[in-house]
């Protein structure tokens, strides 16, 4: 079979709802960061495979993290992504444990509560900030922080996508027992609008994401790399914004997502509230270092 990379759907970093290794990062880092992207969109892509069967995914999946191991070289970007991981001297198991994630993908399409949903995210988002900490050399101090913005990162796009989930995939992201709790039926997904009881279901549940994100809010605050930090935070705000469209707002017949204009301001905002609360940080470590020190 050919490289994995042919099975790609064409969709790259700049395609994605955020930022990825975006002009902040430092030039250094970013060929890690897009080496792990590359191998990560490869297998989403392989998981969401239109003509696909199940066990050729899962085949495809295993192959990939073959690759990681080192005992295939069959696709260029786990050898790419192998070797960038070798040269860091970081783990594989950020890599591996979103290839579970993709598995899951194939082999899970419902999502018993919110616990069982952010347990799913542990795999499908919280490796790729965790990843991206490793890059910088970040404590896991800020893992806690990380998670939370990344599974928030992931309900968003779960809100947003779940007609199309629903009606291309078969894939239900949104817990079951809050659309029982709402009144709501699974089958109401593929509506063109969504019935008040759905609406219902779904603005609660981004009200509790936007909650979710809040705890993320001291995140870049955490970080040591100021460009990092200054992502992190552009990251924050545009995620923000889009929790407070989907407290509002249709996914099923509205726009979610925001547009040129709205990410070029998020993008200003966030990255003068990172420079402000930082300096707000330095600031406050100065005032209570002792004299003479």
């Not at 395609?15 to 792990?36: C, G, K, M, Q, T």
């Amino acid at each position: 079979m050919s490289d994995a990379s042919a099975l790609r759907s064409g969709k790259g970093h700049r395609d994605e709802n955020f930022p990825v290794a975006s002009w902040l990062i430092h030039p250094r880092h970013r060929a890690p960061i897009l080496a792990f992207y590359n191998f990560v969109r490869t297998a989403d892509d392989i998981a969401d495979h239109a003509t696909l069967a199940p066990e050729e995914k899962l085949a495809l999946l295993d192959r990939l993290d073959a690759g990681l191991l080192g005992t295939n070289d069959a696709d260029a970007v786990a050898v790419r992504l192998r070797n960038v991981l070798a040269e860091r001297r970081l783990t594989l198991r950020h890599a591996q444990d979103l290839l579970t994630a993709f598995k899951l993908d194939v082999t899970k399409l419902r999502y018993r509560d919110w616990d069982d949903l952010i347990h799913y995210c542990s795999y499908s988002a919280m490796p790729v900030g965790r990843f991206v900490c490793d890059v910088h050399g970040e404590s896991r101090d800020v893992w806690p922080a990380n998670d939370a913005l990344c599974a928030a990162l992931q309900i968003i796009n779960h809100l947003q996508d779940c007609h199309d989930d629903y009606v291309n995939l078969d894939r239900v992201y949104i817990p079951l027992d809050a659309m029982t709790d709402s009144g709501a039926s699974v089958e109401a997904l593929g509506e063109s609008r969504a019935s008040s009881v759905l609406l219902d279901c779904l603005h609660r549940l981004a009200d509790r994401t936007e909650r979710l994100l809040s705890e993320s809010d001291v995140f870049a605050v955490l970080i040591e790399d100021r460009r990092l930090a200054l992502e992190v935070s552009v990251i924050n705000t545009l995620a923000h914004r889009l929790t407070r469209l989907l407290m509002t707002r249709d996914p099923l017949c509205e726009r979610v997502h925001l547009g040129v204009a709205g990410v070029a301001g998020g993008t200003l905002l966030g990255v003068l509230n990172g420079t402000s609360r930082r300096l707000g940080r330095r600031l406050s470590a100065a005032s209570h270092k002792p004299r003479g020190a």
